[in-house]
């Protein structure tokens, strides 16, 4: 088993800046991706970013590039999304994902096998 704990959230005013981290723990040997999802009351799940562990290759939804900056430290088995010029419509729980079992696409939630608990952002205006 693999758990996933992630830090960082927070109340921020718009343009605003926060870093999360998501540390694994556990079984982690085999890591191929992890990821970040976010929920917003009354919305569907959506994908924010992914990293892939070997490789460090990275992925972004449109509506954050240019904004947020995924990054791993494989030593540490921690992902880091960097935001930057927040905006209210990020607000959001968001959920840190991990993947081992080489396959989907990254921004599908079902490629993921390990969920953390969530963390709180809030943007205000």
């Known amino acids: 088993q693999v758990q996933l704990e992630e830090s960082g959230g927070g109340l921020v005013q718009a343009g605003g800046s926060l870093r999360l981290s998501c540390a694994a723990s556990?079984?982690?040997?085999?890591?191929?991706?992890m990821g970040w999802f976010r929920q917003a009351p009354g919305k569907e799940r959506e994908s924010v970013s992914a990293i892939t562990w070997s490789g460090g290759k990275t992925f972004y939804a449109d509506s954050v590039k240019g904004r947020f900056s995924i990054s791993r430290d494989i030593a540490k088995n921690t992902v880091y999304l960097q935001m930057n010029s927040l905006k209210p419509e990020d607000t959001a729980g968001y959920y840190c994902?991990?993947?081992?079992?080489?396959?989907?696409?990254?921004?599908?939630?079902?490629?993921?096998?390990?969920w953390g608990q969530g963390t709180q952002v809030t943007v205000s205006s």
């Open positions: 994902a991990l993947d081992t079992m080489h396959g989907g696409a990254w921004y599908v939630s079902g490629t993921y096998e390990y």
């Open positions: 556990g079984r982690t040997l085999g890591i191929n991706a």
